[in-house]
């Protein structure tokens, strides 16, 4: 059963600095995605990663892909507060399914 | 542009009243997907549909039905509400494979 485990489940970080977020996952898989969440509202796509060694940025933020690893990161460059919400991994089982990390929430403060 | 509308942002319910939550979606997708949020809990799959009549049980179907008589149109149904389903659902579309496109959400609450 494929497993998705994102790291930290909560970050708090100021205006300006640097952070990542890891989303590891227990069994093969080659695409994943990453969501953000605004409170009280739905999942927005951010990011489609669909082969090993895939890079995507936009504006602040940069995912890759590592498939040997199992493992996502997002990096997240130069906080600013309009970065604050809650971010899912999800990765693709190849069978239309997604299954969804727990969610990082990120709380950026001047 | 995409789009995925869920018919109510906002439900309130008593236990064992019957609830209907719609999705429609207008990009011609072929999946469906209807998916629970709870706090800590991320998402999880309660079922979806890969063509109309068609649906599959995704990881909590227990309490759930669905229905797709319209390749727009996913209804989950839960036949008799219990406080445990007081959630946030969340519907979603994709074209075969990959991207999920997803609705507002429906809150319900189950008294």
């Known amino acids: 059963e494929l497993k998705v485990e994102q790291n930290p489940l909560f970050l708090s970080m100021q205006e300006g600095k640097n952070y990542t977020i890891y989303c590891n996952y227990s069994t093969t898989s080659d695409r994943l995605y990453w969501y953000r969440q605004d409170p009280g509202k739905s999942l927005e796509s951010l990011f489609v990663l669909l082969s090993n060694g895939a890079v995507k940025q936009e504006g602040r933020l940069m995912a890759s892909l590592d498939t040997k690893a199992r493992l996502s990161t997002l990096h997240i460059t130069a906080a600013v507060h309009d970065l604050s919400a809650t971010y899912f991994c999800?990765?693709?089982?190849?069978?239309?399914?997604?299954?969804f990390g727990t969610g990082t929430r990120l709380q950026v403060f001047p | 542009d995409v789009k995925v509308t869920q018919s109510s942002r906002y439900l309130v319910k008593r236990t064992g009243e019957k609830v209907f939550l719609e999705c429609v979606q207008d990009?011609?997708?072929?999946?469906m997907f209807w998916y629970r949020q709870d706090p800590g809990l991320g998402l999880r799959l309660i079922y979806f549909?890969?063509?109309?009549?068609?649906?599959e049980k995704g990881d909590i179907p227990e309490g759930y039905s669905v229905s797709r008589e319209k390749k727009e149109r996913f209804s989950l149904i839960l036949e008799s509400a219990s406080t445990n389903q007081t959630s946030m659902y969340l519907c979603?579309?994709?074209?075969?494979?990959?991207?999920?496109?997803f609705g507002e959400g429906s809150r319900l609450t189950v008294l």
């Open positions: 979603a579309s994709n074209l075969n494979t990959g991207e999920l496109f």
């Open positions: 549909s890969y063509d109309v009549k068609m649906k």
């Open positions: 990009m011609d997708h072929e999946n």
């Open positions: 999800a990765v693709d089982q190849h069978t239309d399914k997604l299954i």
